[in-house]
């Protein structure tokens, strides 16, 4: 999932989404540790995939409190 699909997402569908790629990281940690992972590169998208989820989530809530701050400011 590219930046731009990532920010297409609604606040809910983040979450949802954050969640969803969290219970593959752990699905894919138990399948490596019982060697039955045969594509090791999915680790990488995965938890590169919830940083970038993470960082679209961190973004909106300094924007809105920036917009909070401008507005009890004036």
Do not use: H, P, W
């Amino acid at each position: 999932m590219q930046i731009s699909e990532v920010r297409e997402l609604n606040d809910t569908e983040l979450q949802e989404e954050l969640g969803d790629q969290e219970r593959a990281m752990m699905n894919l940690r138990f399948r490596k540790a019982t060697m039955q992972l045969t594509n090791t590169n999915e680790l990488g998208t995965t938890r590169k995939t919830i940083a970038r989820i993470k960082t679209v989530l961190r973004e909106r809530a300094i924007t809105e409190n920036l917009e909070t701050a401008q507005a009890e400011g004036e």
